[in-house]
């Protein structure tokens, strides 16, 4: 069975742009969550989705949000990119309690 | 609100000996998961071993043990014959089993980078 795939794995974008990145969870898992993870502050909750609704959200500014699809892949977009942005933006999907990630997404801001 | 800590940043141990890195954690609730992740330079995040704080037994995974303290509030994960592979930061990670409204999601505490000498 294929493992979680976020793409693109490397991004690149300037102050003020929005980036959109993508996350395929497991066949079958429903539940899909996104952290994010920097040198200074750790590993962060973002936000978590279950057929297709936001069950969670972290303590993020509103330039933040996702969104899942009834396929269960979700989407999380950052608008007004700004240099704190710059991370490894992580997601991963659950059947039953068991988190498993994906590979992750490096978004640098310049 | 949650907290997971780990209090040792950095620990060393020679290849094929035991290690045990420690985490602890605050919670008010009584059901809930709890996770050790292995993170390698590649940074891809690698669950290494669960825990349901219903289950009294402790989990294990071939070289990889816990022993989970309920009262305590502690979790700590147990390598034995440690491998050159085993390298990497360890997290340690806290779950409510009960989701909806609210800050959820993994808990993760600030990590352990284990370190292995040949």
């Known amino acids: 069975k294929a493992g979680v795939t976020q793409t693109p794995r490397y991004l690149i974008k300037t102050r003020g742009q929005q980036v959109t990145l993508s996350c395929s969870p497991i066949?079958?898992?429903?539940?899909v969550s996104w952290y994010q993870q920097t040198p200074g502050q750790g590993l962060q909750f973002l936000f978590e989705?279950?057929?297709?609704?936001?069950?969670n959200k972290g303590n993020f500014p509103g330039r933040f949000s996702g969104r899942q699809f009834s396929n269960s892949r979700s989407e999380m977009n950052v608008s007004t990119l700004e240099l704190g942005d710059s991370a490894l933006y992580l997601c991963?999907?659950?059947?039953?309690?068991?988190?498993?990630f994906g590979p992750g997404t490096r978004l640098t801001v310049l | 609100a949650q907290t997971v800590t780990q209090s040792q940043p950095e620990m060393s141990v020679q290849e094929a000996e035991t290690v045990t890195l420690s985490c602890t954690y605050d919670?008010?609730?009584?059901?809930?998961?709890l996770f050790w992740y292995k993170q390698p330079p590649s940074r891809q995040m690698i669950l290494v071993i669960r825990?349901?704080?219903?289950?009294?037994q402790n989990a294990t995974e071939n070289r990889f043990s816990v022993n989970f303290q309920k009262a305590a509030k502690s979790f700590s994960l147990k390598i034995s014959d440690s491998q050159l592979g085993d390298a990497a930061m360890y997290f340690c990670?806290?779950?409510?089993?009960?989701?909806?409204?609210?800050?959820?999601?993994?808990?993760f505490g600030k990590g352990t980078h284990l370190i292995i000498q040949p």
């Open positions: 991963a999907s659950s059947l039953r309690g068991g988190w498993l």
């Open positions: 066949s079958g898992h429903r539940s």
């Open positions: 989705y279950f057929s297709e609704t936001q069950r």
């Open positions: 919670t008010s609730e009584s059901d809930y998961y």
């Open positions: 825990q349901e704080a219903y289950k009294q």
């Open positions: 990670a806290y779950r409510t089993m009960y989701s909806g409204g609210g800050a959820d999601g993994l808990t």
